[in-house]
């Protein structure tokens, strides 16, 4: 039985890797009331631009996190009870191919005319399949948490933009912005490469001072 390569691109599958970001409270904390203590900026008023920005950023970044973890259960599920929209078709040199989107159907099988029947009747099974997996998906929840995932990635995406644009002036804006580039990064890529090792440890650098600053 072989498998299609385009089989393992699932355009349903959720490929954000959820991250825990346990140490910027504790970090922002100390910032902050270094930033009071040391820094004559701290105190005027409005506040930090940055750290504002921050707050409104880790809170729509934790939603979305929230709800990652929500839609993948209900995948999870959903897979198990339905699996995932596929057909599975036999080629002319007698391999069985497992297909799971009608792009990839295409790629596979072509367009000519001596394949016609054949991917008449594949595109018709894949549809069924589809339209089960969507009935359960609407169902049990699935399609509303995604969408609801998808809203609020965005948002955060929206706000981590805005971070090229709004100014620092306390160390813990800086630390903010340092925070929010390193914790969405890392999501994406190779975490022990270049820029992040060097992220995390001006980030380090900055809390280091802070500590200096207020010892308490």
Not at 39 to 61: F, G, K, M, Q, Y
Not at 131 to 143: Q, S
Not at 190 to 200: A, T
Request: charged share 25%; net charge negative.
């Amino acid at each position: 039985m072989a498998d299609s390569d385009n089989s393992m691109t699932l355009p349903f599958v959720t490929r954000r890797q959820v991250l825990a970001g346990g140490m910027i409270i504790s970090t922002t904390l100390v910032l902050e009331k270094s930033a009071v203590a040391g820094d004559p900026v701290a105190t005027s008023t409005p506040p930090d631009p940055a750290l504002v920005l921050w707050r409104e950023w880790e809170t729509a970044h934790k939603l979305t996190e929230r709800l990652c973890r929500k839609q993948q259960r209900l995948e999870t599920s959903l897979a198990e009870s339905v699996s995932f929209p596929r057909v599975t078709v036999r080629l002319s040199e007698g391999d069985d191919v497992t297909i799971h989107s009608i792009e990839a159907l295409n790629e596979v099988l072509g367009k000519g005319p001596d394949v016609a029947v054949l991917r008449k009747a594949a595109e018709a099974e894949f549809a069924a399949h589809q339209a089960c997996w969507d009935a359960a998906a609407e169902e049990t929840g699935y399609t509303a948490a995604l969408r609801a995932e998808r809203v609020a990635g965005d948002r955060a995406g929206d706000l981590l933009e805005a971070f090229a644009t709004t100014p620092a002036t306390t160390l813990a804006g800086v630390a903010g912005k340092l925070d929010a580039v390193l914790r969405e990064g890392e999501a994406w890529e190779e975490c022990s490469e270049f820029p992040w090792p060097q992220i995390r440890s001006a980030l380090s650098d900055l809390v280091r001072i802070a500590e200096q600053m207020v010892p308490e």
